[in-house]
């Protein structure tokens, strides 16, 4: 046993055996999924299954009630034990046998395969009916049947339960999230069990109504934040909050119909009733955790960014107002600093960066840009503020990545090609467009190291008749009325400088270089899009082999659908607290000047 850790051992098929170190207190069941071995389940370790039996070959393990049932005396003198109930608080050598059915599963996140556990469970009950010799309330005759685990009740199980239990004949479905019975539900409707993952941005909110019995994704939908009006970044809805004592609340409401319209669109196109939504998950930055909450996000806009709370314990869907079962608890991502939010530690974790051994780099691209650095030997983490160039704002013919602008961007002899989004006429250039022009521009030579447009006689022949101007600003047309100025090209190279010196100092903080990176996770939406040979060409990533450059999609949302599947994967969001840390180099007294050697172009 080493320090605040014990070792289990597990012999597997072939006499094969894996070390893992856990903390004390964890079941073999949850070290073995933790560390990818397969121990025989269907219910995921909730105890009701009694499948994941393993033998204690050294060490001990205290018989519990579920053990007794499940094996025999002689069985438990050999050493056999219910992995899911089996808390090592000791090294362990541990016999699993050979899997005869492989525990649910499901891929979420960056390739993270996770054996379904989640908090939501049911148990179908059938219940004996009481009689005058057999008086034990309706409360204990449920618990009673529900014997390994030590409930808390809610008053909402209450409420119905006498009637419930009756008109169903004493056949019923106890719902429990946690160690919590939210409800008695009549007959067996054990096989539907639902929670809705929310990525809560700044400017899109996204809901995925995930089947918590199989762990697929069954609907989702998105939609612009209605927080829009009061502003497209966080700094501004803070300023709206601080200068009108009415906007806290409008905002929260406005957050609150957000969320619940992507409830009710995902339940309706799965054919799912809402109160069958037992629980929900939300990561957002702290500033729009704070704003959905309605908890005064005034010190997180002021220095020194101070958030109210790192979590936010014991919430209710209906606090987020959402309308699903009026009990269901909500379970909000921690943050880990006002500007490296909750989407972040989600997005860590569902990425896996705290348990794989190769370094890597973590970039969430937006109006703030938080960027991670590390492996399973430590994390560190900081912000970037990149300002809203990426996200198509500030930008002369910017717009948002929607229908109509140009987000891919080619220069060839025969001139410009763009692939735009929906297939018409481009309207506008939206972030991976302005970052696909300028490193095109760049490659071609129409833009020098400095960032300025070369003059004219210097342009490629076939493309030079595109510079041009407009009210006095040099231009390069794209299509039409759609074209990149000099100021837009500025704007780029401010925001890529932002993020360029984030990482560069991050690397100088680890003591390692571009080069000992194994692997660049370009996350959020926006980092979907980008093209990783852009990025490179312009600086806003490391130079790197493309193939080391990846896009990690809507991380945010794919850790949030992991809470939901495991509480195993949340108590790892909960570590990863303590894992990263974070760091503030804005401070740096060579910040300035590492800044400004970043602003130029690699040529
Ligand atoms: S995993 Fe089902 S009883 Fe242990």
């Known amino acids: 046993m080493s320090e605040g850790r014990v070792r289990l051992t597990y ?79 000791e090294d362990l050598r541990i016999e699993v046998p050979e899997l005869v059915t492989r525990p649910k599963a499901a891929t979420v996140g960056v390739g993270r395969q996770v054996i379904l556990r989640p908090a939501v469970q049911k148990r179908y009950l059938e219940l004996t009916e009481p009689t005058l010799s057999d008086q034990v309330t309706d409360l204990d005759r449920v618990l009673a049947a529900i014997d390994d685990l030590e409930l808390r009740v809610g008053l909402s199980a209450l409420r119905g339960l006498g009637r419930t239990l009756r008109a169903a004949d004493w056949k019923v479905t106890a719902v429990i999230v946690d160690d919590l019975l939210i409800d008695v539900e009549p007959g067996d409707t054990s096989a539907r069990r639902y929670g809705i993952a929310f990525d809560l941005g700044t ?39 601080m200068m009108d004592s009415s906007a806290l609340d409008k905002l929260r409401e406005l957050a609150h119909e957000t969320l619940d319209e992507l409830a009710q669109e995902v339940c309706k196109e799965a054919s799912v009733d809402p109160a069958e939504v037992y629980e929900i998950a939300l990561a957002g930055n702290a500033t729009m955790t704070h704003l959905a909450l309605g908890v005064d996000p005034e010190p997180l806009g002021v220095a020194p960014f101070i958030m109210s709370a790192r979590s936010f314990p014991s919430l209710h869907a209906s606090d987020l107002g959402v309308r699903v079962h009026p009990a269901a608890p909500a379970m909000a991502f921690p943050a880990l600093g006002a500007y490296v939010g909750g989407d972040i530690v989600a997005g860590l974790l569902a990425s896996g960066m705290d348990r794989d051994k190769r370094l890597r780099l973590f970039i969430d691209i937006g109006t703030n840009c938080e960027i991670v650095l590390g492996s399973a030997y430590g994390l560190t983490a900081t912000a970037a503020p990149a300002g809203p160039a990426l996200e198509g704002a500030a930008i002369r013919c910017g717009m948002r990545a929607a229908e109509g602008a140009i987000e891919v961007v080619k220069l060839s002899p025969s001139g410009v090609e763009h692939g735009v989004i929906g297939d018409v006429r481009p309207a506008g250039l939206c972030g991976s467009g302005l970052v696909d022009a300028v490193a095109e521009l760049v490659r071609v030579g129409l ?18 008749g595109r510079l041009t101007e407009v009210s006095g600003e040099r231009v390069f047309v794209l299509h039409g009325e759609v074209y990149l100025s000099q100021r837009d090209v500025r704007e780029l190279q401010f925001a890529k400088a932002a993020i360029a010196t984030g990482w560069s100092l991050l690397f100088e903080e680890l003591g390692v270089t571009a080069r000992d990176v194994q692997q660049v996770l370009l996350a959020g939406s926006f980092g979907s899009y980008l093209s990783p040979a852009s990025a490179v060409r312009i600086g806003l990533v490391p130079r790197l082999p493309l193939l080391r450059i990846v896009s990690a999609g809507n991380v945010a949302g794919e850790g949030a659908k992991l809470a939901l599947l495991s509480l195993r994967e949340r108590a790892g969001a909960d570590a990863l607290m303590e894992e990263v840390r974070y760091v503030e180099l804005s401070d740096r007294p060579d910040f300035n000047d590492r800044f400004i050697e970043q602003l130029s172009f690699p040529v």
Do not use: Y
Request: with cysteine; glycine share 10%; charged share 20%.
């Open 11 to 89: 012999r597997l098929d072939h006499g094969r055996e894996r070390d893992v170190s856990v903390p004390p207190g964890v079941t073999a069941f949850d070290a073995a999924s933790w560390n990818g071995i397969a121990i025989d389940s269907t219910c995921g370790g909730h105890g009701t299954c009694r499948k994941c039996g393993i033998r204690v070959i050294e060490g001990t393990v205290p018989i519990g009630s579920l053990d007794i049932r499940a094996f025999g005396p002689e069985k438990l003198r050999e050493g056999w034990r219910l992995a899911c109930r089996a808390a090592a608080n």
């Open 203 to 241: 400017t899109t909110v996204v809901a995925t109504l995930m089947d918590l019995a199989t762990g697929a994704p069954l609907a989702a939908a998105s939609m612009l934040s209605k927080q829009q009006p009061f502003g497209a970044d966080v700094i501004t809805r803070i300023s709206a909050t």
């Open 447 to 464: 833009i020098d190291a400095s960032g300025r447009f070369v003059p004219r006689d210097q342009a490629p022949p076939e493309l030079a």
